[in-house]
């Protein structure tokens, strides 16, 4: 019988710790909205500095976070933002840019790194004497780090490139940095020198930090002027939000320290899978706490056959396709649970009979 569940779909799925339940008990609280939420000045005066940017704003979601940005930037109609072709805006936000914003998406592939190459982002921008026909491009998005490509970095000589790029051309330059504290660990810089170019961040809060709630975007006053306003446009406007800010405030100051063991379990889980027979996996690009797998056809199993096993054994993994899955590590994953799926996964493969592993 199952006693415990080894839960690897997403760092979305933690659990408030002991300590972030104490503080949102505890939060001092007024209206947030009016502007008045002490807990919500304080989280988002500590993400400002830690960001090296002049203010910042607590919203509901990543997904907020990067809509409000890129509508602050492209505030008129037709304007257009260049960003990957396998980014989490462009993929899994809804289309949200354009159905709410009229923002046109012109996408640049991905490379496998999840870098877009200089010159393809400089031959997307354009030319203003074109405006007759063409929409006007105002903004470049970057994602960091990009958990399409397995959670790989983007370097800060990447990021300052692009960055020059976009002042060149009189663009802005907004960075999806979800798991951007993940990129500065696992790049071993200071978190705001990794966003110096960039105009405007999103941070997710309840990612690899562990938060139960929110993200936070940053940038100069007078974004985050505009920012305040839109989030109310959209209905991200909260009142007592402090308590959920308390329990953010609590996740930056614990969390951020323990995105090294993550790392370090995730190339264990990548390194261990390699070993497997009829399994396929690229350990060198996994970076931080995120693997993609392989299961080829030659093995004895097929993704959902696999799935279903380690399901039935306390286990959850994300399908990405018919063929491969997704791990993500988090901080609520010990390196027990690591083996003990490793061990599980190996048994599976192998055809064990006692399992009953049909393909």
């Known amino acids: 019988m199952v006693t415990k569940t080894v839960d690897l779909r997403s760092d979305t799925v933690t659990r408030p710790t002991e300590a972030m339940r104490a503080a949102m008990a505890n939060a001092e609280v007024d209206d947030n909205v009016l502007g008045y939420d002490p807990t919500a000045l304080l989280l988002e005066t500590e993400m400002a500095r830690l960001m090296g940017k002049e203010a910042a704003l607590f919203v509901p979601s990543g997904t907020m976070g990067n809509l409000i940005s890129v509508l602050v930037h492209c505030e008129v109609r037709g304007s257009e933002v260049i960003l990957g072709d396998n980014s989490h805006i462009h993929i899994y936000e809804n289309g949200g840019i354009s159905t709410i914003g009229g923002v046109h998406p012109r996408t640049v592939k991905n490379n496998s790194d999840g870098t877009m190459d200089l010159d393809l982002i400089e031959a997307a921008i354009r030319d203003p004497r074109g405006a007759q026909y063409y929409p006007t491009t105002r903004l470049i998005c970057l994602e960091n780090t990009h958990a399409n490509c397995g959670g790989r970095c983007l370097s800060v000589e990447y990021t300052d490139s692009v960055g020059e790029l976009a002042k060149k051309h009189g663009l802005k330059l907004h960075i999806d940095g979800a798991r951007i504290f993940n990129a500065a660990t696992a790049l071993g810089v200071p978190v705001q020198r990794l966003v110096q170019a960039a105009d405007s961040v999103s941070v997710c809060l309840s990612k690899g930090l562990g938060a139960p709630v929110g993200s936070v975007i940053v940038g100069t006053e007078s974004f985050i002027t505009k920012a305040r306003t839109m989030r109310k446009t959209l209905g991200g406007g909260m009142r007592q939000v402090g308590v959920l800010c308390a329990a953010a405030l609590v996740a930056v100051q614990e969390n951020v320290g323990?995105?090294?063991?993550?790392?370090?379990?995730?190339?264990?889980?990548?390194?261990?899978?390699?070993?497997?027979?009829?399994?396929?996996?690229?350990?060198?690009?996994?970076?931080?706490?995120?693997?993609?797998?392989?299961?080829?056809?030659?093995?004895?199993?097929?993704?959902?056959k696999l799935c279903k096993y380690l399901a039935e054994h306390g286990i959850l993994v994300m399908p990405e396709s018919t063929s491969r899955i997704r791990i993500v590590i988090h901080h609520q994953i010990s390196g027990s649970d690591v083996q003990y799926t490793l061990s599980c996964i190996q048994q599976a493969v192998a055809g064990v009979s006692t399992l009953r592993i049909e393909k």
């Open 258 to 304: 323990k995105l090294e063991a993550d790392h370090r379990k995730a190339k264990l889980l990548a390194e261990g899978l390699s070993q497997i027979k009829g399994l396929k996996v690229d350990v060198n690009s996994v970076e931080t706490n995120i693997v993609y797998f392989d299961v080829l056809e030659s093995s004895n199993v097929t993704v959902m």
